[in-house]
């Protein structure tokens, strides 16, 4: 099997920056995915990695330590708007597999 | 617009029924996910399919079954319900194997009482 560790809550202040960890332990490990939920709705899809280092998507950065089975993302000049549970999500075997998820709070 | 449609949006279902939750996605995505969310434990892999006729167990497939008989369909079978089933269940759907951009219903609320 595999499990995924992150931690269930986060808030800070507008403008700040929030870095979610999220460490792994699975088999047949491809990479690990970060996607957004809000109020319930629809998850969607934030960033991959595959190989070790830092993806950044605008605001959004997301980074892979294969050998330490480790994650994060990181959510810069933080916006009301990014509110919200994230989720990392392993893909392995060809199965993607999602932790717990964190809830986000970004207060005034 | 393409994306995926679930049915129903919500429904209220007595203990012991028999109920089957829709997915349809026009990506033609090779794979495709059934998921439960409940309160504090994040997205739970109920059943996938990697590609039409072809189905795998995930993390919770007890009391669930799913079947693939063509590219878009991926229907979620309750045999016999139970209390303990009340989530929200979102299929998803990616481009193939190796893929890891996932696409999401927007889920359907069942609550067995």
């Known amino acids: 099997g595999q499990s995924l560790e992150q931690p269930s809550e986060v808030t800070a202040v507008e403008g700040a920056i929030v870095q979610i960890n999220c460490t792994y332990q699975t088999s047949g490990f491809y990479g690990l995915s970060w996607y957004q939920q809000h109020d319930g709705g629809a998850p969607t899809f934030l960033s991959y990695?595959?190989?070790?280092g830092l993806e950044e998507t605008g605001r959004f950065s997301s980074f892979l330590s294969r050998s330490d089975s480790y994650g994060y993302l990181l959510l810069q000049e933080l916006q009301m708007k990014d509110s919200a549970s994230y989720f990392c999500a392993v893909l392995n075997d060809y199965k993607l597999s999602f932790g717990a998820g964190t809830t986000v709070t970004v207060r005034a | 617009i393409a994306g995926i449609t679930q049915a129903p949006t919500s429904q209220i279902l007595a203990a012991g029924r028999r109920m089957t939750l829709r997915c349809t996605q026009d990506?033609?995505?090779?794979?495709m996910y059934w998921y439960r969310q409940d309160l504090g434990l994040g997205l739970r892999l109920i059943h996938y399919s990697n590609t039409a006729g072809t189905t795998g167990k995930g993390e919770v497939p007890d009391g669930y079954s799913v079947s693939r008989a063509n590219t878009d369909d991926f229907p979620l079978t309750l045999a016999s319900a139970v209390p303990s089933q009340t989530s929200v269940y979102f299929c998803?759907?990616?481009?193939?194997?190796?893929?890891?951009?996932?696409?999401f219903g927007q889920g359907t609320r069942l609550t067995v009482v």
């Open positions: 990695n595959a190989l070790d």
């Open positions: 990506m033609r995505h090779n794979a």
């Open positions: 998803a759907s990616s481009d193939g194997e190796g893929e890891a951009e996932a696409f």
